[in-house]
């Protein structure tokens, strides 16, 4: 599977901003998508995952209600609808794809994108 990010930018605090990760070279509809990110010196983090058929979606606390996943199995591409940003939230953001379902562990991930840099200022 070949992923590209891309929708990153520079918002200001309370602003929002939607990545589009586009995939190719697999069945996609038949994978878990998620977003990771990695903010400056700190570990790569989990953020969230949507479930094949994007019935599931799971995110880590600090997003939730703020920040949606999705995808368009149609169109071979998940999402991610990010809302009230906060100055924490700037980090480079990964679009990442696994055949285990629904899964924040990133060593489940075989796959991933180039990353799209997200910068909130206050």
């Known amino acids: 599977v070949q992923l590209q990010a891309s929708g990153g930018g520079l918002v200001q605090a309370g602003g929002s901003l939607r990545l589009s990760c586009a995939a190719s070279?697999?069945?996609?509809?038949?994978?878990?998508m998620g977003w990771f990110r990695r903010a400056p010196g700190k570990e790569r983090e989990f953020v969230a995952a949507v479930s094949w058929r994007g019935a599931s979606t799971y995110y880590t606390d600090s997003v939730k209600g703020r920040f949606t996943i999705s995808r368009d199995n149609a169109k071979n591409t998940v999402y991610l609808q990010m809302n009230s940003l906060k100055p924490e939230d700037t980090a480079v953001y990964y679009c990442a794809a696994s055949t285990i379902a629904m899964t924040r562990d990133e060593s489940d991930y075989n796959y991933w994108g180039q990353g799209t840099q997200v910068t909130v200022s206050s």
């Open positions: 070279g697999r069945t996609f509809s038949s994978i878990t």
